[in-house]
Every structure is written in structure tokens, then in C-alpha cells.
């Protein structure tokens, strides 16, 4: 594997893509496994299992700073975006030849209109919808059968906006850190919740407690959690960004002004430093974790203040992309600066952050509307690796080296990618259009949702 590299990460891991592929590839799968004599069939199910446990401890090993290990299962899905926040999962082993009518179905479910993705720690799936009549519900399921274990309700506009074009419902997706649910609303309401119970820890306002601004659309970034500390993309002037205690909600500290992003926080180590990274509303901004002191910024906006992808971070490069005249542009991080390396005006993303995969990124390019365009292209220098035009825009995840995309029409495709192309592998229509929100696999359940909330498991044991 190269040297090490900076990334999205979640405690003070830094998983980059390079690391990711050695889960991707299935390398360590390819190490020669001796069973002891005399072992049946179940004692070997068992010691496979054991075995590979300990391979991906030692694996994820690699990605840490400072020796610390990321605080849940490498199976689990704890935040939008996964394990490693960039839409890849070491997760490896699950079946990729599916029937023709697809994987087989594990269970159903219903729970209420939004954007929201999933998040899955343990056996338990959690997730957050809206009623249609201004209440949302935080909702717990069984991963096993989708059985409701627990539901919290509280009100919540339906309508996020007067267009009718704007998906209703919720757009952040619960954060599961050490036995505690973080949920931020669309009107700014910030819940703590136990995860077993759902029973209620703290409440907070995003603009009642801490003068926060609420974005045109409503807020939509998910809430960052990092060592005993929440951190939220409030918008407003004075402290624009607040990070709290996340036993209490109590605030530490408020920093800077501008507009909300919809894009959420994550922290980053670029050029042996780590930050808090925001993809606000009207910039990109790296702040000192400690106090929010702003360490960059770089300046990009588009209509409506719609920085909605989340960037990806390698080494001293992050990319960043809106659909809005700048399009994409990566920028280096040196000597306390941000620069711009180069920009593509026509390439543009818009929810979907897309996926890193052999030092490149695989993105669904959204400044041509209308049109089919998977872009595969180097971070580095921008330059395009191919382009396929058979999949319908949607969301995609990563995952032993292969894509799970689930395309705005619902349809879920299998296909693994190549350096000079794409190869889809399968597609079957799973959910009914329109389907905006980001899969989820773990533990070979396959959770994908559509914007009406209607949710099918899929088992790719």
C-alpha cells in the first residue's frame, strides 16, 4: 500500500481511498486460511468468521492517528456517508450473482417522507420520516425482520419549501455515537436520544439557543460527532458553526458567520492538520477543533447557497463541487492556504458526493440536467477515465470493490468498475421513483429507501 494519506474520518481515524482498497480489492481475503484437523463444517463457518474480524481490526489499524480505532463495528453503518464518511465500506463477502428478479427481499417497511438515509449499529436500523402532516418520527427497526423497537415523534413542518420540487420530509440522517442518537431537523430542532430506547437525553434549537439561521431548503447536514463533542453547520452571524457537549447539548463554542451549507461536517487531516471541515453555503472552510478558529476558506457559491455533495479529502487535496458556475474544483491545502489546482465548470454534483476508487473518483454529474453521466475521473488532475451513460442519476455506495447504486427511478444496479469503464453486472427495480436517498449496506442487509419512505431490505448474505 502507498504512505499514508488524509480523509474524511470519523474518532481520529483517517480512512483514504488508497486504505479503502485494500479492503475493496479483497486482498486480504486472498491470505491462505489453514483450518486445524477435525473441525466440522460450523466450527470453520466459526473460525472464518473470528479470522476475518481480526484481519479487518488489523486492516483498519492502518487508518489511525494517534493508535485510536473507530468506535463501532467495521460492519456498521454509524453516519451518513459510512464508516469511512465517503460513501465506501470495508465491508466484504456478501453475494454479487443475484437472481434475475434480484436479491431476495428480507423485509418491508414504511416509515414516512424524506431524504433521510440509514444508519445501522449493531442489529438495530435507524432512521427519521416525516407523516405528511407536520410531525416527524425518529424510528428504530430490527435489522433482522424491520420490527418498529421504538418511535419518537415530535412536530416538523412537511414542506421544507413553497416548491412544490422539494422533496418533503427530513434530509439529515441520525448519527449513532456511543449509545446516543443525534438527529437535526429541517427547522433546526437538535435531538439526543438513546439509541436502545429512544428515550429523550437533551433538545436544543439550532436558532431559539443558538441564533443560528436556517438555510432556504432547511437544514439538512447531519450532526458530526468526535470524543464527547457534537458540532452542527448552524448558518447566521457570530457563531455559524457551534460545537456542543454531546452529553449535555451544553454550547462550548459558536464560530463565524455565513450561510448553512447542506453539506454535513466531518473532520479531516490535511498536511498534519487536523480540522473540522465544512462545506458551508458560501465556502469551503477548515476550523480549529478546539475553538472553531478558521484556519482556510475558499469562496464558492451557487444559487440558493446549494453546497449539498461532501467532499472528498486526499493528502493535501480536497475536491469540492456544486452545480453552480465554479462546477468542481480541487484545491490544496499548504502552508495555512487553499488553492485552487484545477476546476471543471462542467462537471457539477448536487446530493450524491459520489465514491473514491483506485486514487480516482466515480461521480453522477448533475450539471447537465436531464442527461446520463457517470463520470470516473483522477482527483488529482481532473482528467476523465471514461463515462458511462447507461445508469440513471441516483446515489452510490462502495463496497468490496464493487458499486450499489440506486438510481432516482429505484432501480439498484450491481456493477463493478474497470479502468477504462464500467461493468454492470445486474439492475432490478426494487422501489417505486423517486428514490433520492443513499443505500446502505451492513452486515449483508442492503437498506434502500425511497423519498416516499417506503424501505425494502434487501439479503445479500
Same mark, same amino acid.
Given at each position: 500500500?502507498?504512505?499514508?494519506?488524509?480523509?474524511?474520518?470519523?474518532?481520529?481515524?483517517?480512512?483514504?481511498?488508497?486504505?479503502?482498497?485494500?479492503?475493496?480489492?479483497?486482498?486480504?481475503?486472498?491470505?491462505?486460511?489453514?483450518?486445524?484437523?477435525?473441525?466440522?463444517?460450523?466450527?470453520?463457518?466459526?473460525?472464518?468468521?473470528?479470522?476475518?474480524?481480526?484481519?479487518?481490526?488489523?486492516? *483498519?489499524?492502518?487508518?489511525?492517528?494517534?493508535?485510536?480505532?473507530?468506535?463501532?463495528?467495521?460492519?456498521?453503518? %454509524?453516519?451518513?456517508?459510512?464508516?469511512?464518511?465517503?460513501?465506501?465500506?470495508?465491508?466484504?463477502?456478501?453475494?454479487?450473482?443475484?437472481?434475475?428478479?434480484?436479491?431476495?427481499?428480507?423485509?418491508?417497511? $414504511?416509515?414516512?417522507?424524506?431524504?433521510?438515509?440509514?444508519?445501522?449499529?449493531?442489529?438495530?436500523?435507524?432512521?427519521?420520516?416525516?407523516?405528511?402532516?407536520?410531525?416527524?418520527?425518529?424510528?428504530?427497526?430490527?435489522?433482522? $425482520?424491520?420490527?418498529?423497537?421504538?418511535?419518537?415523534?415530535?412536530?416538523?413542518?412537511?414542506?421544507?419549501?413553497?416548491?412544490?420540487?422539494? %422533496?418533503?420530509?427530513?434530509?439529515?440522517?441520525?448519527?449513532?455515537?456511543?449509545?446516543?442518537?443525534?438527529?437535526?431537523?429541517?427547522?433546526?430542532?437538535?435531538?439526543?436520544?438513546?439509541?436502545?430506547?429512544?428515550?429523550?437525553?437533551?433538545?436544543?434549537?439550532?436558532?431559539?439557543?443558538?441564533?443560528?439561521?436556517?438555510?432556504?431548503?432547511?437544514?439538512?447536514?447531519?450532526?458530526?460527532?468526535?470524543?464527547?463533542?457534537?458540532?452542527?453547520?448552524?448558518?447566521?452571524?457570530?457563531?455559524?458553526?457551534?460545537?456542543?457537549?454531546?452529553?449535555?447539548?451544553?454550547?462550548?463554542?459558536?464560530?463565524?458567520?455565513?450561510?448553512?451549507?447542506?453539506? $454535513?461536517?466531518?473532520?479531516?487531516?490535511?498536511?498534519?492538520?487536523?480540522?473540522?471541515?465544512?462545506?458551508?453555503?458560501?465556502?469551503?472552510?477548515?476550523?480549529? *477543533?478546539?475553538?472553531?478558529?478558521?484556519?482556510?476558506?475558499?469562496?464558492?457559491?451557487?444559487?440558493?447557497?446549494?453546497?449539498?455533495?461532501?467532499?472528498?479529502?486526499?493528502?493535501?487535496?480536497?475536491?469540492?463541487?456544486? #452545480?453552480?458556475?465554479?462546477?468542481?474544483?480541487?484545491?490544496?491545502?499548504?502552508?495555512?492556504?487553499? #488553492?485552487?489546482?484545477?476546476?471543471?465548470?462542467? *462537471?457539477?454534483?448536487?446530493?450524491?458526493?459520489?465514491?473514491?476508487?483506485?486514487?480516482?473518483?466515480?461521480?453522477?454529474?448533475?450539471?447537465?440536467?436531464?442527461?446520463?453521466?457517470?463520470?470516473?475521473?483522477?482527483?488529482?488532475?481532473?482528467?476523465?477515465?471514461?463515462?458511462?451513460?447507461?445508469?440513471?442519476?441516483?446515489?452510490?455506495?462502495?463496497?468490496?470493490?464493487?458499486?450499489?447504486?440506486?438510481?432516482?427511478?429505484?432501480?439498484?444496479?450491481?456493477?463493478?468498475?474497470? %479502468?477504462?469503464?464500467?461493468?454492470?453486472?445486474?439492475?432490478?427495480?426494487?422501489?417505486?421513483?423517486?428514490?433520492?436517498?443513499? %443505500?446502505?449496506?451492513?452486515?449483508?442487509?442492503?437498506?434502500?429507501?425511497?423519498?416516499?419512505?417506503?424501505?425494502?431490505?434487501?439479503?445479500?448474505?
Amino acid at each position: 500500500m502507498k504512505g499514508k494519506e488524509g480523509g474524511f474520518m470519523r474518532n481520529t481515524t483517517a480512512p483514504s481511498e488508497t486504505h479503502a482498497g485494500f479492503f475493496q480489492r479483497g486482498a486480504f481475503l486472498r491470505m491462505l486460511v489453514l483450518y486445524p484437523e477435525g473441525m466440522t463444517t460450523s466450527d470453520i463457518t466459526v473460525f472464518r468468521h473470528a479470522a476475518l474480524c481480526a484481519l479487518a481490526a488489523k486492516a *483498519l489499524s492502518l487508518f489511525a492517528f494517534s493508535g485510536m480505532l473507530p468506535g463501532a463495528n467495521a460492519s456498521d453503518w %454509524p453516519h451518513l456517508h459510512g464508516p469511512l464518511h465517503n460513501n465506501a465500506t470495508p465491508e466484504v463477502g456478501w453475494k454479487k450473482e443475484w437472481p434475475a428478479d434480484g436479491p431476495p427481499v428480507l423485509w418491508k417497511a $414504511s416509515v414516512g417522507r424524506g431524504l433521510a438515509s440509514f444508519t445501522v449499529v449493531g442489529e438495530r436500523a435507524y432512521t427519521v420520516g416525516n407523516d405528511g402532516a407536520d410531525e416527524d418520527s425518529i424510528v428504530c427497526l430490527d435489522l433482522n $425482520s424491520g420490527k418498529e423497537l421504538w418511535r419518537h415523534r415530535y412536530p416538523c413542518k412537511t414542506a421544507a419549501h413553497e416548491m412544490p420540487v422539494v %422533496p418533503f420530509g427530513p434530509a439529515a440522517t441520525p448519527t449513532v455515537e456511543d449509545g446516543c442518537l443525534y438527529m437535526l431537523s429541517r427547522e433546526g430542532d437538535v435531538w439526543c436520544l438513546d439509541a436502545a430506547t429512544g428515550k429523550v437525553i437533551w433538545q436544543k434549537h439550532l436558532i431559539a439557543d443558538f441564533k443560528g439561521k436556517r438555510p432556504v431548503y432547511g437544514y439538512a447536514s447531519s450532526v458530526l460527532v468526535h470524543e464527547g463533542k457534537a458540532y452542527l453547520d448552524a448558518g447566521g452571524g457570530g457563531q455559524s458553526t457551534v460545537c456542543v457537549d454531546a452529553k449535555t447539548g451544553n454550547l462550548l463554542w459558536g464560530k463565524g458567520s455565513g450561510e448553512a451549507g447542506y453539506a $454535513s461536517p466531518a473532520l479531516v487531516k490535511m498536511s498534519g492538520t487536523t480540522a473540522l471541515a465544512l462545506f458551508k453555503g458560501d465556502s469551503f472552510r477548515l476550523l480549529k *477543533l478546539d475553538n472553531g478558529e478558521e484556519i482556510a476558506r475558499h469562496e464558492t457559491v451557487t444559487r440558493d447557497f446549494c453546497n449539498c455533495a461532501n467532499p472528498h479529502v486526499k493528502d493535501d487535496m480536497v475536491f469540492i463541487s456544486h #452545480t453552480g458556475a465554479d462546477g468542481s474544483t480541487l484545491l490544496k491545502f499548504a502552508d495555512g492556504k487553499l #488553492t485552487s489546482q484545477w476546476n471543471d465548470r462542467n *462537471l457539477g454534483l448536487l446530493f450524491n458526493s459520489g465514491v473514491p476508487w483506485d486514487g480516482k473518483l466515480i461521480v453522477f454529474n448533475d450539471q447537465k440536467r436531464g442527461v446520463k453521466e457517470l463520470r470516473c475521473l483522477d482527483m488529482k488532475t481532473g482528467e476523465t477515465a471514461w463515462v458511462s451513460d447507461e445508469i440513471d442519476k441516483g446515489t452510490a455506495i462502495l463496497s468490496d470493490g464493487h458499486l450499489l447504486i440506486l438510481t432516482s427511478v429505484g432501480e439498484l444496479i450491481l456493477a463493478k468498475p474497470q %479502468p477504462d469503464r464500467l461493468e454492470v453486472m445486474s439492475r432490478v427495480q426494487v422501489l417505486p421513483a423517486k428514490t433520492y436517498v443513499l %443505500p446502505v449496506l451492513s452486515q449483508g442487509r442492503l437498506l434502500c429507501k425511497n423519498n416516499a419512505g417506503e424501505v425494502v431490505c434487501l439479503d445479500l448474505r
